[in-house]
């Protein structure tokens, strides 16, 4: 895996005849689905999916090739509106990034919703990028007829080029997505091997692990600030395991209160946190992990630029 930017393509794989590939961005506010559907329609995960909002900090590809097509979808933050901190800043412009330089959008929403936060996502839709209505969570929705006045509404909204109403746990639903975003692509050699899921290095990987664990065993008592950093990545060689990676990462909270929240009682927490990563990477990297985390208080660091830009989040 290498850190290559989609934009700044690899030297083409294959001669290129009949062959589509292009740049699909999932936009949508918090918490409509977006982690859950890049999931579904890379058949791995790669991203993070959790009940907390704000988790999806990073702009995180991933990277799907089936018949002459490859997807290279664009995963982005939610668009953020109530804070304004420096972090926030951050997020949005990944979010303006991201909606102005694909070949097509995905704008997810909730079946038969729209709300403020909608409209401000909707708002950032370029005119000029086909933009497909993905009305997701179709399966909270009593009958199919229930929406049809909401689609007729959302019509009037936006010239979306296709609806697409679905939930992205189904598995039939996510292959017809499939093949109706499959047309947007423009016809140009492919620019990932066909294997490859991520451009995202396995560093990388471990540090969202490590925060995916984190915020699902501290549930809302932890603040979105909170961030990790991977210290170390290093293979070692292993005559028992083949493969044997040592990592260290530290988890940055802002107040002492939040340190002993991730700590736990007697490190109970902390340890936990640890342990459910380490297997997680380990079957993600074929490897025997061991894992050393640190918490570290580093107060107000989601208001200091300077810092947010340190840890990545540009
Ligand atoms: N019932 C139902 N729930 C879904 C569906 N898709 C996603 N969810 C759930 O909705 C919640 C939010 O999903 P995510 O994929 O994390 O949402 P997101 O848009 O990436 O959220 P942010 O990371 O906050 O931007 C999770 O609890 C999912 O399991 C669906 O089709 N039906």
């Known amino acids: 895996m290498t850190g290559d930017h989609p934009e700044t393509p690899a030297p083409a794989v294959g001669d290129g005849s009949g062959q589509r590939c292009g740049l699909v961005a999932i936009v949508g506010k918090p918490n409509v689905g977006k982690s859950t559907l890049l999931n579904a329609l ?28 490859q997807f290279v979808f664009v995963d982005t933050p939610g668009f953020q509106t109530r804070h304004g901190t420096a972090l926030n800043r951050s ?45 997701n969570k179709l399966d909270q929705v009593g009958r199919r007829g229930d929406i049809a006045p909401w689609l007729r509404d959302m019509q009037e909204r936006h010239a979306f080029a296709e ?71 290093e293979e070692e060689p292993s005559p028992q395991h083949g493969r044997f990676v040592r990592i260290a990462a530290t988890i940055v909270v802002e107040r002492d209160g939040h340190k002993a929240i991730i700590i736990g009682d007697k490190g109970e927490r902390l340890k936990r946190i640890g342990t459910e990563a380490r297997q997680e990477l380990e079957k993600l990297l074929g490897a025997k992990v061991f894992i050393e985390l640190w918490v570290k208080v580093r107060s107000g660091w989601a208001d200091d630029e300077a810092r947010v830009r340190s840890f990545g989040y540009e």
């Open 163 to 233: 609806f697409v109403p679905m939930s992205a746990r189904n598995d039939k639903d996510v292959e017809r997505l499939f093949a109706i975003v499959g047309k947007y692509l423009p016809e140009q050699p492919w620019w990932y091997g066909e294997d490859e899921l991520t451009d995202r290095s396995e560093k990388f990987l471990a540090g969202e692990t490590v925060r995916e664990k984190l915020f699902r065993l501290t549930g809302e008592e932890l603040p979105y600030t909170s961030t990790v950093v991977v210290d170390k990545f």
């Open 91 to 135: 997020l949005n412009k990944t979010v303006l990034g991201a909606v102005g330089d694909v070949d097509v959008v995905l704008f997810v929403v909730e079946a038969g919703k729209f709300t403020l936060g909608d409209a401000k996502v909707l708002s950032l839709l370029k005119p000029g990028i086909p933009a497909l209505l993905v009305a």
């Open 42 to 69: 890379v058949g791995q995960k790669i991203s993070i999916t959790s009940r907390k909002a704000q988790t999806t900090r990073h702009r995180i590809t991933g990277i799907r090739t089936t018949g002459t097509s």
